[in-house]
């Protein structure tokens, strides 16, 4: 007799900050794709508009499908990512796909990207502004554009990842993938964890791939890239390079 093969569980973890808003509608986005096994994991860092009460009530709602991590503080997007990914090992998860909250990653090509992780055997695969077919949001003022080409250019010049899209921060992991790379001492936080993360998944000599997407600007909220941010992620690449880590 055949056994019938189940799906895999994916987790979508999603860090939070001041997101009551966009909040809902990406669970509706990502409910809407009536893919097998989906489950949503809000990782919210005690936002002071409530954005954790709004996740609270939409756990309720969709019965467990969507879980809630509480966190005391906000100490940076790494950390949150590193917190709501062991979450998500921790219960099973074979697929852990990350993204914002923001709307900024389209929740549409979330099957694209789980079906190609399995297709093509990759370690992860990347939701690529970069890439043939990917584009940038249009509202985006040209410096904005220029910085996010250059970032690019530059962490690859020093890193080698051969990644076009290295600081991209909409991905599809394998549950192996993060086991391997040895998630729990991932230590850079703000963009410089997405790069941290591809740097150790290449060292590993594991496949990344990268589909198109367009990278749409924020529907409400205002962005977290702040002058820190940018100057922890000029300096994460040499870190990498020459530092212990990965």
């Known amino acids: 007799m055949a056994v019938e093969k189940t799906s895999p569980r994916i987790v979508v973890v ?10 809902p509608i990406l669970v509706d986005l990502l409910m809407d794709l009536r893919l097998p096994n989906l489950h949503i994991l809000v990782v919210d860092d005690n936002s002071p508009d409530g954005t954790g009460d709004v996740a609270d009530r939409l756990a309720a709602e969709t019965s467990g499908l969507v879980g809630v991590l509480h966190r005391t503080e906000k100490n940076g997007l790494g950390r949150a990512y590193v917190a709501g990914m062991t979450r998500a ?6 697929v852990v796909i990350q ?16 079906e190609k992780l399995f297709a093509e055997n990759a370690a992860v695969v ?15 003022p040209w410096h904005r554009k220029a910085l996010s080409v250059w970032a690019n250019f530059y962490v690859n010049a020093i890193l080698r990842l051969h990644v076009k899209d290295a600081t991209a921060g909409f991905k599809a992991w394998r549950a192996d993938t993060l086991k391997s790379i040895d998630l729990p001492t991932v230590r850079s936080n703000g963009y410089s964890f997405q790069v941290e993360m591809n740097y150790r998944t290449v060292r590993r000599g594991l496949r990344i791939v990268e589909v198109p997407i367009r990278f749409e600007e924020r529907v409400n909220g205002e ?5 820190r941010v940018q100057i922890e992620s000029a300096v994460a690449p040499w870190k990498l390079r020459f530092g212990k880590q990965g």
């Open 126 to 140: 990347i939701g690529s502004r970069y890439v043939e077919g990917g584009s940038l949001a249009t509202e985006w």
């Open 14 to 23: 999603v860090p939070t900050y001041n997101e009551r808003t966009n909040l």
């Open 89 to 94: 090992l921790a219960e099973k998860a074979e």
């Open 223 to 227: 962005s977290k890239l702040g002058l």
């Open 99 to 114: 993204m914002d909250a923001d709307l900024s990653h389209p929740a549409s090509v979330v099957p694209v990207m789980v």
